[in-house]
Structures are given as C-alpha cells and as structure tokens.
C-alpha cells in the first residue's frame, strides 16, 4: 500500500455542492462573495476545516434541518487553512453560510485583473487562475483535486459587462443602480481548480459541433485574430468525440484569449483560456505560432476528457492529465493536418525534451509524491508533460494502437465524473489487451527516475544488449527497467524483442544493427564504435531513415556531455555522416551545435564548434534557401529559421550582412518579407545593432497589438552583444513589459554568448522582488532560475549554490529547478574541463 499524507483536509467533510455569488467592484478591484456549500459530515464533529487564499470571512455559520450554528474563524495563512469551529458537534448533511470578500489582484492567480488597450485606453476584465491551489484565493472551498463537487455560479455586475462561467446562462434579470444578476446552469460534479470566472467587454465568434456551441472570446479589437482558433477547435472536438468514443458532456466550450496569462493556457471545462500567443492568428502567422495554437488548443480540449471528466485523485498523478494532453495533442493535430509532420516533430518536441530532462540526478519520477502547493507547482514540468507522453508513446506500440484506444474508451468510461489513479488506467489497458504484463512494464517507467542506457556490443556473431541508468554525472544506479525494443539490421530485418534483465544476448550474422527502430522507446543506445561507424555510412547513404538517424546522433550528443565520447569525436560524426541531414537529423543536429556554440563561447573549444557549425548549416542553407517554395513542408520552414540563426550566431559575415538587408526593408514597410523569418531578421540586426536600433525594437514594441509581432520584439531586444544594451533590455523587462512575458528578455539574454555573469548579478539583485511578484501558482519564479542553465564556471556555480543555500532566498516551487541548475552547472564544467584537456 503507497502512504497516503497528501489530503490536507482529511476526509471526514466532503463537499457535493457549491452556490457561489460574486460581486465584483471595477473601481476598486475587490469582491464581495457567499458561498452555500452543502456538506456530508461522517463522524460527529465541532470544527470543519477548508482552503482559503487572501480572502477576508466575514461571517460562517453552519444550517441543517432546523438547526443554525454560527462559527469562530481561525485563519492559519502558512496551510492556506480555514477553520470553522461550532458550539457542539454535528454530522451528516449540513450547508455551510459563508460571506466573504476578496481583491482581484495583477498576480494573474486567483480571480484577478488583466489590462488591455481598446481606444487608447486602459480597460480590464476579470479572469480566473485556480490550478492548481488557487480557488481558495477566490472563495472558501475544499481545494483538492478528489472533493469533486456541482457548482452555481451567479454575478451581480454592470449590465454591460459580458459574464462567463464554465456553464452556459440560466437567467439575466436586471437590477437597480444599472446592475444585472446573471446566474448560469449547474455544471458536472467537477474539482475546484476546473471552475472558472470571467467578466469584461468581450467579444466573440461562434459555429456548432452538433448541439455543442462553440465560441472563441477576444478583447474588442483582437476578434479578427480568431477564426483560425475556432476552426481548429471544431475539427479536434470531433476527433476527440470519435477517438474517446465518448461524447463531450456539456452544451459549449468557449475559448477565451486573455491579455495577462502565466501559463500557456488552462483546461477550465468548457471555458478554457488562453495566453493571446497561443490562441490569436490569421493566415500571414508564422507556421511555427500557427502549430503552436493548434497543438495548444488541442492540448487543452483534450483535457476535457483527461483531467475533467476523470480526475486524478491527488497531484501526484498530474501526469494523468498532461501527458495523455500531450500525447493526444498531436495525435489530433496530425488527423487534421497530416502534411505538417506532425509524428516526427513529436520526436522533437516532445520525446527529446523528455530525454534531455530525465538525463539529471536532479530529476523526479513521473508519479511523485508533491504535498504542499510549492511541490505541486514544481512538477508542471517536461516530466509530467514529455516524458510522461513519451511513455505513453511507447506503451501504445508496445500494445498495438487498437487495444491502447480501446483501454482510454473503458477508462474513461467507468471513471467519468470521478476520480483515479494510475492503477485504474493500468487495468483499463490490460482489459482490453487481454495481456497482464502492461503494469508490470510500466510500473518502473513511472515509478522510477530516469531511463536507461542501452548498450549494443557485437561479438562473434552475437549481439550483446545491456542496461543501466543514464546519467549526464556518471554515477552509477542499481535500477532497470522492462525495455520494449524494437530493431532493424543491414539486411532490412525488424524485430521486437523485450529486455527484461539487465542483459541479453542474441546471435546475429547481419553487419549492424539499429535498435529502436522507429523510435518509439524512452531510453538511449550506445553502440560500439565499430557498431557506430556502420550506421554513420549507412546514414550518409540514406539507408536509414531520418527520425532512426536523430535517434543516434540525439544520443550520440548526450554520450559527449557525459563524457563517454569526445567533442572531436562527436564533431567527426557530423561533418563525416550528417551534412546532408533531412528532418528530424537536421533541426537535432542545428539545435546541439548551437548550444555547444555558446557554451564554448571564448575558450578554445570555440573555433572547432564553429567550423563545424559552419560547414553544416552552410551545406542545409544551400539545399533550402532563404525563400520559402509554394508547398513547401512546415518542417523545411522550421529548419530554415534555426538554420539562418546559427550561421548569425557563429558570426557569417554573408548571413549577417542579408539579415540586416532585409531589416531595412522591414523598416522601410516591406510586407513582402516571409512571416516566419521574421523573428530571425530581428535578432541578426540586433546582433549587429546599437543604441539607435535598440531605441527602434523597444518603441515598436510598446505600439505593437499582434501578439506574435510583439513577441518577436521582445526577443530582439534581449539579443544586443553590447553590455549597455544588455542592462537597458534586462531594467526594460521590468519596467515596461506584461509580467506574463517578463522572462523573455532574461532568457534571450542567456542565449547570448559572453552574458552568464551579467545576467546571474541581475537576477540576485531582482531575487527578492521576483519572490513577490511570482506567487506559488504562476509557475514562473523558477524560469529565472532555469536561465543560468547554460553556463560554464567554477566561480559562478559556488555562487548559486551559496545564494540558494540562504533560506530567505529559497521556496518549495524552486527547489527542485535549482538542484536541476546547479547540476547541469557542474555536468557543463565536467564536460568544458575534459575537452579543453
């Protein structure tokens, strides 16, 4: 039996029913609340306990029958706990009276504010932010994910304030002072952190899916920016209906664009929002923020299976709602888009990021025990969200497509409106496998940090397979794992096989062999090097296909940092088998010089990186040009980006001279220049730019309405090689830009080869002021952190690790990244002292 401490509440009062009225003052940014809350009592009882967040009580009572008991309030702040004690004890079914009053705050949590411009003005809306604790920062509420309860929703607000609620409306009726109360229908037994509220002048467009409206709310004069998000939306609805082979439970799910937004979007049921990034665009938008808003938007709808209508039972199996999310995003995307390659950019969005993460000491399991807020939040990360549907990428190969769809059917099924585990997914799967191996296979891969390392040897005619955990660090571990492999060899012969002890042995008179074929499986290989050079001429020669190919080379790279091959080694490879590289290969192989490009910045490992990094890109820019072609793959698009940013950052005088051309056109009005190289010309003028041109980036900036545009400003800016420049960009980021959006020029300034120390003195001096702004919830103190990733050096790691050993320094929602930080700081000086030997 797993230990159970996490319910904070105990379960002795559960809640089965919420009437929450709220009234909200425009003027003074507050709210006036009651919460009607029916309750079952199990054993009798004088106290009753419940969240709250920043919200003032100023009466509770308790009714039952005839029976009317008011409370004492006790407010414990550190535990967010509300405790209602009475004069005698009570049991069984009771409401619970409770008036209070709040603020809507600008910390994007909560119920709180978010400004926007229409007419040269400043206007606001209210919004709510409540996963993962933070409903009871808008009302008293049983705040964990398991106290499923049904939810009225009433608000008294001017009478030309649009209102939203997960539910549609019920009843307008109008009252004196120009005011309206507007009440919405009963929504399904649902958890708090799925409630959401909104009010402001909205507008919307709207078609149907079946019965169920569909609409996407914007800001007044963002509403031509939302077609493609509505279009979207309709097409995964239905596939999401078809696939689950389980209807969508409510009446209308409006998608909601929100000007000041933490996260990237929020499942709310049927009322999901979204950063105005991650939502708004038209036909002129670059294809990369295209894909983002419908892999986003997929994301979110299909959490209204995964997370909505079956609930994990407590945060350690968050994963059950973001990975599936993940994982079911781009199988939605894909239906509906086949020609954007939607399979292999999951192997790059998704499963490599998942390997780069887990290769730390620093890591967690995907199912890990989180107690308090802070931990909760620390595990929205690449484990829950990647490496979560990487497994369950390699689980459904391992299952066969038909018996894995048909388990998510027979869970969602028999959980609906409830809530699980990961044991009931298990058993829905083996059910409809008719096979009891799947929770014995992945229970390592779930339980367990990490993955493993494959190692293929080949002796007298016999393959050598074994396994062990990979780590960047070198340390050893006693864990392994049930491997599913699949494998292909010279003569073209696939095969599955299952590594269950730590080795194997197979005979095998073929030349090579590629194991994981196809690269379903979460682990790396490392062949030997007679092994390796085969399969480098066999990629050279195309004999292999491109995604198997960025399976090596991924792995190849990861071998280097941990100091298992050499840069030379590594560099070899590329130059020797890679220069003509298709995608994946070749965005992997852009990506690692890249970052080996900064890393090496000003040292004398510089100029081999840069040589390399030369020749391939120079032979990619070659075969795709600066201008797209007419049916040209999304993919080739992407590349092309990465590609013209590379050259720039190894300092191509043509490059650089061509970026900073075409800027000018941009300057001069051109709108011919392609949208999605946009972002690049930006930042090559700004790596050549000055004082005048900084002044041009920040001015366009603050007049810019598009979301993308004002992004790609944003970026810009943080990308000036001058260190004046690069101090004015970081006191910019916190003086004139949204505080959703404030990371951005620190992580750009990371980006920048030579800023490591700047940037490290910034963010200490900031520390304190950041530790305010970004409450436990908005998930962003632990990206200031997260941006002194990629440095390199003694004196700067023993600073870090000193300043986060001071306890006013430290939170429960940074813990963990600055373990994470602190290693990659020493796997980075393990690997620079090693080559520079």
Sequence with gaps: MEKQTHQTLGANVTPSHYDLLFEPDFKKFTFQGTAYIVVSIREPTKTIKLHAKEIQIKTAELRQRNLSLSAKTNYNSQKEELTLTFPQKVHGTAQLHIQFSGTHNDGMYGFYRSSYQHNRKTEYLLTSQFEAANARAAFPCFDEPAFKATFDVTFIVDRNLFTLSNMPIKKEKSLPDNKKRVSFLTSPRM???????????????????????????????????????????????AFFEKYFQVNYPLPKVDIIAIPDFAAGAMENWGAITFREIALLGNEKTSVAVKQNIAITVAHELAHQWFGNLVTMQWWDDLWLNESFATFMSYKAVNAAFPEWDLPLQYFEDTIADALSADEIEATHPINVHVNTPGEIDEIFDNISYDKGGSVLHMLEDAVGETAFRKGLTLYLKKHAYKNATKHDLWTAIQEAKKENFVSTMVHGWITQSGYPL??????????????????????????????????????????????????????????????????????????????????????????????????????????????????????????????????????SISGHLGWLLRLAAGSDLEPAVRKTSLL???????????????????????????????????????????????????????????????????????????????????????????????????????????????????????????????????????????????????????????????????????????????CSGEKIEEDIAHFFSLKKNMRDDVKLVVKQVLEHLEINRRFMEKNLK
């Excluded at 078609?207 to 031509?224: A, D, G, N, S």
């Design 191 to 237: 958890s708090t952190y799925l409630l959401y509220l909104g009010v402001g002048h909205f507008k919307f467009i709207q078609t149907k899916h079946r019965h169920i409206l569909i609409r996407v709310l914007t800001t007044p004069e963002k509403i031509h920016l939302a077609h493609l998000a509505l279009d979207y939306t309709k097409k995964f609805l």
């Design 616 to 790: 391939f890109h120079l032979q990619q820019l070659k075969k795709i040009g600066w201008q797209r072609a007419k049916h040209e793959r999304n993919t080739t698009t992407l590349l092309r980006s990465m590609v013209i940013s590379n050259l720039g950052l190894a300092g191509h005088a043509e490059t650089l001279k061509k970026g900073k051309e075409l800027f000018r056109q941009i300057q001069r009005g051109h709108d011919s220049i392609d949208p999605n190289l946009r972002s690049t010309i930006y930042l090559l003028a700004a790596r050549q730019g000055d004082e005048k041109m900084f002044s041009y980036f920040v001015k366009q900036y603050q007049k810019e309405t598009l979301p993308e545009e004002s992004r790609r400003l944003l970026r810009a800016i943080g990308m000036f090689r001058q260190k004046s420049l690069t101090e004015k960009a970081l006191a910019f980021s916190l003086s004139a830009v949204r505080l959703q959006d404030s990371y951005i020029i620190p992580f750009m300034v990371s980006l920048n080869p030579g800023t490591n120390t700047l940037l490290w003195s910034w963010t200490k001096k900031h520390w304190p002021s950041f530790m305010k702004k970004f409450t436990s919830g908005t998930h962003m103190l632990g990206s200031f952190v997260r941006t002194m990733s990629s």
């Design 454 to 587: 494959v190692s293929v040897t080949k002796e007298n005619n016999k393959y050598h397979l074994s396994q062990q955990r990979f780590s960047l660090l070198g340390k050893q571990h006693s864990e392994s794992w049930i491997i599913p492999l699949r494998y292909t060899t010279d003569q073209g012969k696939a095969g599955t096989t299952i590594l269950r002890e730590k080795t194997t042995s197979f005979p095998s008179s073929t030349r090579w062999i590629k194991v994981n074929y196809g690269q379903p499986g979460f682990y790396r290989v490392r062949y030997d090097s007679s092994l390796l050079a085969q399969l480098g001429a066999s990629l050279r020669r195309q004999k292999i296909s491109s995604l198997d190919a960025a399976g090596i080379e991924n792995d190849l790279f990861s071998l280097m940092i941990s100091r298992q091959y050499s840069l030379s080694e590594y560099l070899s490879f590329i130059e020797q088998y890679c220069l003509d590289a298709e995608y994946p290969l070749n965005s």
